[in-house]
T-cell receptor, first 113, second 116 residues
Framework: EAQVTQNPRYLITVTGKKLTVTCSQNMNHEYMSWYRQDPGLGLRQIYYSMNVEVTDKGDVPEGYKVSRKEKRNFPLILESPSPNQTSLYFC????????????FGPGTRLTVL | AQSVTQLDSHVSVSEGTPVLLRCNYSSSYSPSLFWYVQHPNKGLQLLLKYTSAATLVKGINGFEAEFKKSETSFHLTKPSAHMSDAAEYFCVVSAYSGAGSYQLTFGKGTKLSVIP
């Protein structure tokens, strides 16, 4: 089944404790991206990747890192999480950018205490 | 630079009446435009997309949208609302952002309530 998977789905952590949220797709998509969703703000793009080893900042990249060493994986890293990073995070992929449909993962709900 | 404005944060309609969710956009390049739907506690699903072909786009579940370049709008409509349409809807613009990259920008969302 074609899908985007994220792990973990739920995470409660404390300020400053490094964490990684994994994202994997099995559709051979080139374009992958991370979003955070906050009430009243919609989805805001954190980082995106046009292909392996190519990543770019989105609208809200501060406090996040990403890497794209393989086509299928695009992990999101929070080196020193803070409470303002408490949010719902979505990973998405598409065949390429531009006019292609985004396929979204199920979301990761992160709480930073 | 690009932006998306969803003109209503909340729309309430009665079951069986028409739905109109409004979206305006701005973009320096010719954009692709999308509507996605998010049901409570679910991920996002594509409703329809415009990619420079026909300006009237038909999507799933009876939704359609019309691209109007002169008005920079991409409003979503449905002739008759169903209870299952209650969800949050996002208008999205994708456009070239330079150096071979594309960027996606989401509107803030419109929550649709359907009254029985």
């Amino acid at each position: 089944e074609a899908q985007v998977t994220q792990n973990p789905r739920y995470l409660i952590t404390v300020t400053g404790k490094k964490l990684t949220v994994t994202c994997s797709q099995n559709m051979n998509h080139e374009y992958m991206s991370w979003y955070r969703q906050d009430p009243g703000l919609g989805l805001r793009q954190i980082y995106y990747s046009m292909n392996v080893e190519v990543t770019d900042k989105g609208d809200v990249p501060e406090g996040y890192k990403v890497s794209r060493k393989e086509k299928r994986n695009f992990p999101l890293i929070l080196e020193s999480p803070s409470p303002n990073q408490t949010s719902l995070y979505f990973c998405a992929s598409s065949l390429s950018a531009g006019s292609d449909t985004q396929y979204f993962g199920p979301g990761t709900r992160l709480t930073v205490l | 630079a690009q932006s998306v404005t969803q003109l209503d944060s909340h729309v309430s309609v009665s079951e069986g009446t028409p739905v109109l969710l409004r979206c305006n956009y701005s973009s320096s390049y010719s954009p692709s435009l999308f509507w996605y739907v998010q049901h409570p506690n679910k991920g996002l699903q594509l409703l329809l997309k415009y990619t420079s072909a026909a300006t009237l786009v038909k999507g799933i579940n009876g939704f359609e949208a019309e691209f109007k370049k002169s008005e920079t709008s991409f409003h979503l409509t449905k002739p008759s609302a169903h209870m299952s349409d209650a969800a949050e809807y996002f208008c999205v613009v994708s456009a070239y952002s330079g150096a071979g990259s594309y960027q996606l920008t989401f509107g803030k969302g419109t929550k649709l309530s359907v009254i029985p």
